[in-house]
């Protein structure tokens, strides 16, 4: 079976869904994204798309801050990208990236007065980061946009320009990946995950106001530790410098699940290895968001019936 994809309302083989080079969203980053993973379970037979919904409802707010409007609820992209991936047949772990955006082929910096488009494809999509090993990180010497901005609390395209600076520049000083920090000097995140340290046996992450993309993830983390583990999560600014004394660091996203940070900046985190907590979380993530935790299958949407 080809690979579809959902484009002007309707499925098409992922080839034929083209778009014209005058497209706004192409000259001004006026669009908005979400990644959503699909997780293939061998022991059910079953791929399970995870916290669907969740992603579906910050696409919205994305959208919203863009002036993009979305003909969909929440509930009813989850449908649509059920469809969407049952047609493609994947029986693999699979990524699934959702974009709505401004279409009209169009001249002239603005967010008003445009066609506004939403097109879904899926692919198959390996690891993106080594969390089986460990990652080495950098402070950027690129800073976070604020608020007023481009507010990164939304998945905006446009913003991701500094994403990708950060991310290169790690990646050709021999890092794997980019930490940024605000513009008055607090860490906030990865260049595609956000971050948090284990000090004294307790989680520390940079807060809502620290211009992050709220994670779903990291919600997820924050939940398991509480739940399953009893580890609060202090949510506050957090300085440079505590990056380099924290016992264990670890970065979480979709596409990152929950990758362990071994250095940074060329100093070691705790011992230079994957941390006890940070073991702990990874599989208990990883069990839940493959389905293998019938306590959380409320955040599995199953694809096939
Ligand atoms: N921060 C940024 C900048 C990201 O791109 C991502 C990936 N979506 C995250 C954090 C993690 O978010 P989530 O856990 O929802 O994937």
């Known amino acids: 079976m080809p690979p ?12 034929e869904a083209q778009m014209g080079i005058m497209t706004h969203a192409l000259h001004y980053g006026t669009a908005c994204f979400e990644g959503i993973r699909g997780n293939w379970n061998s022991r059910d037979k079953q791929l399970y798309l995870f916290r669907c919904a969740d992603h579906y409802k910050r696409l919205l707010n994305s959208a919203k801050l863009l002036k993009i409007g979305i003909p969909y609820s929440a509930d009813e992209m989850c449908d649509i990208t059920i469809d969407l991936v049952r047609r493609s047949g994947y029986r693999e772990d699979v990524y699934i990236r959702p974009v709505a955006y401004k279409s009209s082929e169009m001249l002239g910096v603005r967010l008003h007065g445009l066609q506004d488009g939403l097109f879904i ?5 390996g690891p993106y980061l080594d969390s089986e090993k460990g990652i080495r990180c950098c402070v950027s010497s690129w800073r976070r946009l604020d608020d007023n901005m481009i507010p990164p609390r939304g998945k905006i395209c446009g913003l991701y320009v500094n994403n990708a600076l950060a991310k290169t520049e790690a990646n050709e000083n021999g890092f794997d990946e980019a930490i940024l920090l605000t513009s008055d000097g607090h860490v906030s995140e990865g260049s595609g995950e956000n971050i948090f340290l284990v000090q004294n046996g307790h989680l ?9 993309l709220l994670g779903i993830t990291r919600d997820t983390v924050i939940h398991l530790a509480s739940q ?10 957090m300085d440079r410098s505590e990056l380099y004394l924290a016992d264990e660091c670890f970065l979480t996203g979709t596409a990152a699940h929950v990758t362990p940070v071994v250095e940074i900046d060329r100093r070691k985190v705790g011992e230079g290895n994957i941390g006890k907590l940070t073991k702990e979380l990874q599989r208990l993530y990883f069990d839940v968001e493959c389905g293998m935790s019938t306590k959380y299958m409320q955040w599995c949407t199953p694809v096939y019936s």
């Open 4 to 15: 579809y994809a959902f484009y002007n309302k309707e499925f098409v083989p992922l080839p």
């Open 121 to 125: 494809f899926v692919t198959t999509f």
């Open 204 to 212: 520390v992450t940079p807060s809502t106001h620290d211009r992050i």
């Open 228 to 237: 399953e583990l009893g580890v609060g999560t202090e949510e506050r600014h």
